[in-house]
């Protein structure tokens, strides 16, 4: 048989340089081939990956390997097309009489096949500044992962106002099809500038003191003092619990008086040591026409409190005022000089662009550690071919059937290393040193350090030029996009403790420690991209922060929730973005698998 492989081989025009290796009877064993259809398929292995020598290496076998799995499984899928297993959201479907016309709303994407043809589905309506515009064209019907034989839809796409003027052409370069991906260029190496490296893997954690978790409070509100007698915009600060028949401006952190959620009726605040020694004063805000607040937060309050007992809020200033930065043109020295200084500004070149994917997870369903969203994925960022692939834990999440109930019979590090690592380096070995990973971890992920904020991964050297890892939180700059991440789910949090909503939830969960804290989430600047994934439905939006001044300013971030690639046992969603230029200027799609 080695023969003949060699001989269907030269008779195709390709040459083998290792014949010991390549002539392995394996390939034609195991999956059940004829030597003519081993070349066959080599052949497709060698026009997808755009090879151009006609000498066959030992090194492309791995891939080869990979592309007659995916062939097989591909050939598996489409024997059991008959099968479906029923879930939930089928259900609602035949309840609410929806039409079974799912030809429109899934596209035909095999199973783990990375160059395999996908469409992108509706023409979304224009938009304007984020807001989430839905296709008319969706998948009501979700079955259980593995069973799925079409796994991407477009969920949703957001543009922002400049990109739906020239909305149609882009729709028109997206469906031209494979044909232009396999013949384009390789894409251009993103730059990567990780941003802080606190804390460090292997770090003292868990040994918070009571002085420490006070000292860090109390600084709290003493830097967001200092911050806003800097600003010029505002007076000295005063003690709040003194009677006061003058309107006075006071800095402090809201508190609740009880065990219980915050209502209007029980906030309190609490100023600095300076100031009151740390006491609390009742706050009436029932005269503020608007207000958002939540437990925690540091607040600027101008008011009066005749009694001594109560400061009525007339005016309340809950963020840290921007000042007008001329500080992008500097030294990069003097530039980080400021920043530390002080907040800044800055916005990126407008010439930055940069594709990224963005995915959190879960990376599999409830029901298997097989992790087939993440293989999907992979899948699809090998077609689309972003410059950077954004992964967000949990990993090997701590709160999966399997991992609760210890049925698996490896530790969670190999979890990690076969199931995450291995595919990510396979992914980058395929694509080329234009592609580039960055993960960032979780408090969930069952085989990393159960702190916050929390060190990034020990990855292997070898990994380390393509794949990396990042603190959580973190900042970055990709391309000169200015990009923070935070993997605990702050949006939903932040939902749960707002004073007008009534929904139950527990953020005291987060594993805090206050002695490592003070450097990890000292953010100085604000990003150009805030990549918060949570529970909560996913979006995108262009966040504007008002610049005080003589001339009133506008500071745009682009917040991105992508939502989790796994839900129990179906797939999720996650983010393709396109940023060129500015917040306001990128292009964004809400992708479901």
């Known amino acids: 048989m080695e023969a ?93 009489d929806e039409p079974e016309d799912t030809k429109e709303g899934i596209l ?74 396999r013949r384009a260029q390789p894409t251009k190496r993103c730059s990567l500038v990780i941003h802080g490296s606190k804390p460090e893997p292997g770090c003292r954690f868990m040994y918070d003191r009571i002085e420490d978790r006070f000292n860090y409070l109390v600084n709290r509100i003493q830097k967001h003092a200092s911050e806003f007698l800097s600003s010029g915009l505002y007076e000295e600060p005063v003690d709040p619990t003194v009677a006061s028949q003058k309107q006075v401006f006071a800095v402090g952190m809201i508190c609740c008086d009880g065990e219980g959620r915050l209502n ?5 605040l609490q100023s600095s040591v300076e100031h009151s020694g740390g006491e609390h004063v009742r706050l009436e805000i029932g005269k503020l026409n608007q207000y958002s607040i939540f437990p925690g937060q540091v607040v600027g309050i101008f008011g009066t409190n005749p009694s001594g007992h109560c400061l009525v809020a007339l005016k309340l200033v809950d963020a840290i005022p921007l000042l007008p930065s001329s500080d992008c043109n500097l030294h990069p020295a003097k530039r980080l000089s400021l920043i530390e200084d002080g907040i800044s500004n800055c916005q990126s070149p407008a010439t930055a662009e940069l594709s990224v994917i963005i995915a959190a997870g879960p990376f599999t369903t409830t029901d298997n550690l097989l992790f087939e969203p993440l293989t999907e994925l992979l899948a699809y960022a090998t077609r689309k071919q972003p410059q950077l692939l954004i992964l967000l834990g949990p990993f090997v999440d701590s709160e999966h059937p399997e991992i609760k109930k210890a049925t698996i019979d490896r530790s969670f590090d190999d979890v990690f290393y076969e199931e995450i690592i291995r595919r990510l380096r396979d992914h980058v070995e395929y694509m080329g040193s234009s592609t580039r990973v960055l993960l960032v971890p979780s408090v969930r992920d069952a085989n990393h350090d159960h702190v916050f904020p929390q060190p990034p991964f020990e990855l292997n050297p070898e990994t380390k030029d393509q794949i990396t890892s990042l603190t959580n939180p973190g900042t970055f700059d990709a391309n000169e996009v200015k990009v923070g991440c935070c993997t605990v789910d702050v949006i939903k949090h932040l939902s749960v403790e707002e004073i007008f909503r009534n929904t139950s939830g527990d953020p005291e969960s987060v594993p805090f420690d206050s002695s490592i804290a003070p450097e990890a989430l000292n953010i100085s600047s604000i990003p150009q991209m805030l990549i918060l994934p949570s529970d909560l439905a996913p979006f995108v939006k262009v966040l504007s922060l008002n610049v005080e001044g003589e001339e009133q300013e506008h500071v745009k971030c682009l917040c991105v929730n992508p939502g989790r690639l796994a839900k129990g046992i179906g797939g999720g969603t996650f983010v393709e973005l396109h940023y060129r230029g500015s917040p306001e200027t990128a292009y964004a799609s809400i992708i479901r698998i």
């Open 4 to 96: 003949e492989i060699k001989a269907e081989f030269n008779n195709s025009g390709f040459k083998i340089a290792d014949e010991d290796s390549v002539l392995s009877l394996t390939f034609c064993i195991n999956y059940k081939l004829t030597p003519s259809d081993l070349v066959s398929s080599w052949e497709v292995y060698y026009l997808n990956r755009q090879l151009s020598e006609s000498t066959i290496h030992n090194a492309e076998m791995d891939g080869f390997l990979l592309h007659l799995q995916n062939e097989q499984k591909e050939a598996l899928i489409k024997e059991e097309q008959g099968l479906h297993a029923y879930s939930i959201r089928d259900v609602d479907m035949i309840l609410n």
């Open 108 to 181: 035909d994407t095999p199973t783990n096949r990375p160059l395999a043809r996908y469409e992108e589905l509706g023409d979304s309506a224009h938009g304007t500044n984020g807001s989430l515009l839905s296709s008319s064209k969706q998948s009501s019907i979700v079955t259980p992962f593995g069973q799925r034989t079409n796994k991407f839809v477009v969920q949703f796409k957001t543009k922002t106002e400049p990109i739906a003027e020239t909305g149609e052409k882009e729709s028109e370069d997206e469906d031209m099809g494979d044909e232009i991906i």
């Open 264 to 268: 209007e009726k029980s906030v309190l």
